[in-house]
T-cell receptor, first 114, second 115 residues
Framework: SQTIHQWPATLVQPVGSPLSLECTVEGTSNPNLYWYRQAAGRGLQLLFYSVGIGQISSEVPQNLSASRPQDRQFILSSKKLLLSDSGFYLC?????????????FGSGTRLTVV | GESVGLHLPTLSVQEGDNSIINCAYSNSASDYFIWYKQESGKGPQFIIDIRSNMDKRQGQRVTVLLNKTVKHLSLQIAATQPGDSAVYFCAENPFYGGSQGNLIFGKGTKLSVKP
């Protein structure tokens, strides 16, 4: 069965510090991968998605970047965090090539920038 | 697009009552729809899905209704329980059938169950 792992669960970082959040998927190959951000009490904002290794599409211009160094690994990064980067970050995967069109989400990372 | 900047609407129901959560979708070409449940501090979890060639699908205590004429989707929860308290998101896939479209999520509805 497929599983998605996302870490860390919580993170407190000072303004101006770098960020690296990691997401890995097991049990499937060539998944589509997604990074979402969710502010408290708000909806889901798509940040990046990837349909293959090295292929990144950005939905919202911002202080963050994403990379996909391996087929089932998706990384969200920042060189210098801003206060406005605080939020709940969610990774998700789907596999349209296998008929899996719904997204499966990870457990999320609560980021607080102080 | 996604209404990510808006506060979530809230639905408050009494334990044991039925809940109905509504969603208006945007794309008439969407032919696959999903409901997600998100508990506090957790990622959204799949509840039930429906394809556009259906107008109703039932799961365990949940029913999804699809009205393509008015582009409306609803989630019915029977005998609502405290554990059903969560935020519920609908999502549509405009290109089900092989194309690369991403899911479009609704703004979410917060369900609060009163004991």
């Amino acid at each position: 069965s497929q599983t998605i792992h996302q870490w860390p669960a919580t993170l407190v970082q000072p303004v101006g510090s770098p960020l690296s959040l990691e997401c890995t998927v097991e049990g499937t190959s060539n998944p589509n991968l997604y990074w979402y951000r969710q502010a408290a009490g708000r909806g889901l904002q798509l940040l990046f998605y990837s349909v293959g290794i090295g292929q990144i599409s950005s939905e919202v211009p911002q202080n963050l970047s994403a990379s996909r160094p391996q087929d089932r690994q998706f990384i969200l990064s920042s060189k210098k965090l801003l206060l406005s980067d605080s939020g709940f970050y969610l990774c998700a995967w789907s596999s349209p090539g296998q008929g899996i069109y719904g997204y499966t989400f990870g457990s999320g990372t609560r980021l607080t920038v102080v | 697009g996604e209404s990510v900047g808006l506060h979530l609407p809230t639905l408050s129901v009494q334990e044991g009552d039925n809940s109905i959560i509504n969603c208006a979708y945007s794309n008439s070409a969407s032919d696959y729809f999903i409901w997600y449940k998100q508990e506090s501090g957790k990622g959204p979890q799949f509840i039930i899905d429906i394809r556009s060639n259906m107008d109703k699908r039932q799961g365990q205590r949940v029913t999804v209704l699809l009205n393509k004429t008015v582009k409306h989707l609803s989630l019915q929860i029977a005998a609502t329980q405290p554990g059903d308290s969560a935020v519920y998101f609908c999502a549509e896939n405009p290109f089900y059938g092989g194309s690369q479209g991403n899911l479009i999520f609704g703004k979410g509805t917060k369900l609060s169950v009163k004991p």
